[in-house]
């Protein structure tokens, strides 16, 4: 049956991340079997999923897949679980358009898994009825199952809130949090920082846990979660069969991952090592040389909060640059394309990169690129068919500048996004592809394939 629950908000930092997190810490704890889920692109809030539930949290992107390829990530990963815990973005009506397309609420409706709407009480009493009953009556096919309230100032404003929800709206009050003095989770940007980047990551969780134990009805939200009906099954969207013919020893493919890079769909690498791959993971901060690969796959992450490390680790750098110059399959994303330029510039300071790509990379204070993309094929390259569009996630304060008067051919024109200057993304050198742009396997499997048959095909040159 599938046992699940979304925890949805009326607006971003409203709270999900926090109670998301406790609640699957709290789960876990007692011995259940809890699948996480984040709606949407995010890798910060996945990687946070996963630490809190010890077992990898899944992507399900209304944008980056089509119906099938969620219900098939969904009902694959859910399967066996005790509970499935799907944390929503943005406000729950929150869309691309104004019909809510790609919004947690249709997330929700597809899955056909019951909404609790965690709603900020500051300085509110009755009103937070009216709130909730709005989003009741907005869309009567969305299935409301319960209210978390959030930042609640004493208890006689949580009783009239709690009456008031109850006789308004006829749903349960299944939690209220107080507001709270203290928030160990670490934020930068628009969200937390990464729990790789901080030792108070498991103290952070614990201390959510606790809230969440003492403020909300966690038996209540277990019933709502195992009251869900039926999802129909559908063919599609799993992980696929090997490509490797009988014979062929498989290729190994490395990925850096690490205290810079760590911005790994879980999908981009089963869909990897599921075709065949053996693959091999790298630091690129304490690993002397690259090892010998077939491919290289560089996803993203921060490396501007390591660059005097990336910058120190010269030897791994410049076997790298060799690997790329003898024509080693590379495919990398946003923090690993930035690590191929030249130069990484912040703080009115210079860091050598790996110098694969005639690029470099100055740090911004404002976001130059943020949501979704969509790019169409217009240069050669090693992975992808001209005239093929891909659907993808930027996110990067970095803006990228030649270093070299030379022309550039450009793999991809910009539909949606911004890229490298609003119009273009992506380059290539021989075997290597860089953009911006990060792509999810499970909506986009020919990624995948087209990696591997490099590495097959590089496997062979001897």
Not at 128 to 154: E, H, S, W, Y
Request: with cysteine.
């Amino acid at each position: 049956m599938h046992p699940r629950v979304v925890i949805a908000g009326l607006k971003g930092g409203s709270g999900k991340t926090l109670i998301s997190l406790g609640l699957v810490s709290a789960w876990r704890k007692k011995g259940y079997r809890v699948a996480p889920f984040k709606k949407g692109p995010d890798f910060i809030d996945a990687g946070w999923l996963t630490f809190a539930g010890h077992r990898p949290c899944y992507n399900l992107d209304p944008f980056l897949m089509n119906q099938t390829q969620i219900l098939g990530s969904f009902l694959h990963r859910s399967d066996g679980m005790d509970i499935s815990l799907i944390e929503g973005n943005r406000g729950l009506y929150d869309g691309l358009d104004v019909n809510g397309c790609c919004s947690t609420a249709e997330l929700s409706k597809l899955l056909k898994a019951p909404v609790l709407l965690i709603v900020d009480v500051t300085m509110s009493t009755r009103t937070i009825a009216a709130i909730t009953k709005g989003c009741q009556v907005f869309d009567p096919d969305l299935d409301m199952a319960g209210v978390i309230l959030n930042r609640v100032a004493n208890q006689r404003q949580e009783g009239l809130i709690r009456t008031a929800v109850e006789k308004y709206c006829d749903l349960p009050v299944v939690g209220a949090i107080p507001r709270l003095r203290e928030n160990p989770f670490p934020e930068r940007h628009m969200g937390l920082v990464p729990h790789q980047e901080t030792e108070r990551a498991a103290k952070a969780v614990s201390w959510a846990e606790k809230i969440v134990s003492e403020h909300i009805h966690l038996d209540q939200i277990w019933k709502i979660a195992h009251g869900a009906g039926p999802v129909q099954a559908v063919s599609g969207g799993l992980l696929p069969e090997s490509i490797i013919p009988p014979g062929h020893a498989s290729p190994r493919i490395g990925f850096l991952k690490d205290r810079a890079f760590w911005f790994y769909y879980p999908e981009n690498l089963e869909y990897l090592e599921r075709l065949g791959a053996v693959l091999v993971q790298i630091d690129s901060i304490s690993d002397r040389a690259l090892p010998s690969l077939d491919a290289l796959y560089i996803g993203g992450g921060f490396p501007e909060t390591q660059a005097q490390a990336l910058a120190d680790n010269e030897g791994f750098r410049e076997s790298l640059r060799e690997a790329v110059e003898e024509g080693l399959p590379v495919y990398a994303e946003c923090g690993g394309f930035m690590y191929l330029g030249k130069r990484l510039l912040m703080n009115n300071r210079s860091y050598p990169m790996v110098g694969a790509l005639p690029l470099e990379f100055i740090l911004q204070k404002k976001p130059q690129g943020h949501g979704y993309t969509v790019l169409e094929v217009i240069g050669q390259n090693p992975y992808y068919p001209l005239g093929q569009l891909l659907r993808g996630h930027e996110f990067h304060y970095s803006r990228a500048v030649a270093s070299e008067d030379r022309n550039r051919e450009f793999v991809f024109r910009v539909n949606r996004g911004h890229g490298i200057d609003g119009l273009r993304d992506g380059l290539c050198r021989k075997k290597l592809l860089a953009s911006y742009t990060h792509v999810h396997a499970a909506g986009n499997p020919a990624w995948a394939r087209s990696l591997l048959r490099a590495a097959v095909e590089y496997g062979k040159r001897e």
